[in-house]
């Protein structure tokens, strides 16, 4: 295999790709997959703030402000188990007429089995819609959703959206405690962060870090068929509490907690809440999610990798660039190859702004509208060129 195979293999980036998790709801990431909003911890002391206790509290109970937040939001935080029947089919070669000729109906009959898993959740209204991850309840259509007061009742799965692992579940019932959504958008590394989960199957388990780093493209945390910057936390995330919400210092949700990565401490990561609510919003109104999509494969340019590509004929094209975005294949009857974009094209802006690598790329075209025009410019063999792209939506099956 050439260098250049090498290096694609590590660095593509498909600006379209999407696709389904297990029905397990913890999302685990390989370690060599290369993939509060509230009080700085500088500003707070080591022992942490004591704050007014509640009236109904006995005043020598101190509770700090991760009890309050734990004890205001863990009656909205649900424990969802969800099953789906996956049968194993039979192997080609057995289904060829030799085969079919000695075995006759002593054929080997395709095995079914019940996967189940465990996950969390959150309610968003009090008449019962319940956020969660796509990758929780994968392949069912319902699901056993428990809530801390012990109650007991079926969820039906609304929408799921793999491409951002965000899934909304419809309960029946009234008057049920909610969760405050707060705003991710101006978190600063430092910050506290709570999470609250069933991790383990251990319901309604609250565990306490900071916001270790913000922004992280799919591809670092491992899982770059997602479209999702996501919220790095130290916070102690375990299987079981994927779907469950971290929350600032004051008891906001800032995030739904979707991916750990395996053998590694400290290292968990969670969904921005806007991009939740968003993709929730059109999942409890139209039952799916329409991503604008081109339908490039592309990788960040570098001196070195630039010089692979220069000398590897394989890939048909030269570079003069250092920096920028490379087109590396253009998928067949998609809207770049509708639009006139070719392998070999450099991307240098899209929708007027200014592109410096493939995951800046994805976020503009997000960002854009389905059947709208999306202006591209790029350096196709030394010359500037604008190619007026139409998205089409993300063909997610």
Known sequence: MSLLVKQLTTYLALLAIGGGAGIYASRYLAADNTSLDGRSPSAIPAALQQISP????????????????????????????????????????????FFRRFFGNEMPVPEERVERGTGSGFILSAD??????????????????????????????V??????????VKIDATKLPTVRLGDSNNLIPGQWAIAIGNPLGLDNTVTVGIVSATGRSSSQVGVPDKRVRFIQTDAAINPGNSGGPLLNARGEVIGINTA?????????????????????????????VEHPYMGIQMVTLTPELKEDINKDNEAGFKVTQDKGVVIVRVVKNSPAERAGLRA??????????????????????????????????????????????????????
């Open 159 to 168: 929408g799921a959206d793999p491409v951002t692992d965000v899934a909304v």
């Open 128 to 157: 019962g819609r319940l956020m969660t991850n796509a990758h929780v309840v994968a392949g069912s259509d319902k699901v056993k959703v428990t809530l801390k007061d012990g109650r007991t009742m079926e969820g039906r799965v």
């Open 344 to 397: 070999g094209d450099v991307i240098q802006k899209v929708g007027g702004q200014a592109v410096a690598s493939a995951d800046q790329v994805q976020e503009r075209v997000e960002a854009s509208t389905v059947g709208s025009r999306l202006e591209v410019e790029v350096n196709r063999s030394g010359q500037t060129e604008t190619v007026q792209v139409q998205p089409g939506a993300f063909p997610v099956e």
């Open 54 to 97: 509640p009236q109904n509290r006995a005043p020598q109970e101190n509770l700090n402000f991760i009890a309050e937040a734990a004890e205001k939001v863990g009656p909205a935080v649900v424990r969802i188990d969800a099953s789906r029947t996956v049968s194993q089919d039979i192997p080609d070669t057995f289904r060829s007429p």
């Open 260 to 288: 750990i990565r395996a053998n590694a401490q400290g290292l968990g990561f969670a969904i921005p809440i806007e991009t939740a609510e968003r993709v929730a919003n059109q999942l409890f109104s139209k039952g799916r």
